[in-house]
């Protein structure tokens, strides 16, 4: 059965370290994709990455990456030089083969505190 | 841009009232979902669509039904509101996923602002 683990239920750092969410997940398929969201106090999630299970390349994308390892079973999302805009709750999700059924499992969420 | 509305931010009932959730996508999505969202347990699917009048029960059903008449409109319904069900309830969209030729594509999904529900 697929499972996402987010085992940081709560993280907080001062402004401008970096940080680490890490992301682990189970499934048995070879296909599949993973994915991190944001979500602002606001409450909407926002998209941030989408992977697939074929493309272990690291993603930067400003004071964003994301490390995909299948060896380890981890998609872990890292923040450089962290702003306090960068406060939310991120979750990492996954889904199998695309099919009929287009459901993502997500994990439980890491609330991350910002401090200035 | 994507747009998922929700037709309350927040909305206050009472136990055994019946409540209707509504949600809207203007991009032509085939998908709709309906999460909950409660602390320490994540997004949790209720109930999904992948096309008008089609829908497939999630991971926490019961309680809830929904209806999609029309493409755009998913809504989400409390046939008697109890008071487990004081949640976040979120709802998104998505196109479908595809796969051509061997290779795979999923879309991610577009969410709504959350409606914050309160059973007195």
């Known amino acids: 059965a697929q499972k996402v683990t987010q085992a940081q239920t709560e993280i907080s750092v001062v402004e401008k370290e970096d940080v680490t969410l890490d ?10 994709y993973l994915f991190w969201y944001k979500q602002p106090p606001s409450g909407e999630l926002v998209f941030l990455i989408r992977r ?13 990456s994301w490390n995909f390892q299948k060896s380890t079973s981890s998609f872990n999302f890292t923040i450089t030089a962290s702003q ?18 287009d459901k993502i499992i997500f994990g439980k969420g890491t609330r991350l505190h910002i401090l200035p | 841009d994507v747009k998922v509305t929700q037709s309350s931010r927040y909305l ?35 109930y ?16 809830y039904s929904v209806s999609r008449e029309k493409k755009e409109r998913f809504s989400l319904i409390l046939e ?3 008071t487990n069900q004081t949640s976040m309830y979120l709802c998104a969209s998505s196109y479908p996923s595809q796969t051509s030729g061997g290779t795979s594509s999923y879309n991610e999904q577009f969410f709504g602002p959350g409606t914050r529900l309160t059973v007195l």
């Open chain 1, 23 to 32: 992301c682990v997940y189970e499934t048995r398929d070879t296909t599949y």
């Open chain 1, 52 to 64: 697939n299970s074929f493309d272990e390349q690291n993603e930067i994308s400003g004071r964003y």
């Open chain 1, 84 to 101: 306090v805009v960068d406060s939310a709750v991120y979750f990492c999700a996954l889904s199998e083969a695309p099919g009929r059924d």
């Open chain 2, 12 to 46: 206050v009932k009472r136990t055994g009232e019946k409540v209707f959730l509504e949600c809207v996508q203007d991009m032509d999505h085939e998908n709709m979902f309906w999460y909950r969202q409660d602390p320490g347990l994540g997004l949790r699917l209720i």
């Open chain 2, 48 to 63: 999904f669509s992948y096309d008008v009048k089609m829908k497939e029960k999630g991971d926490i059903p019961e309680g």
């Open chain 2, 80 to 82: 008697s509101a109890s």
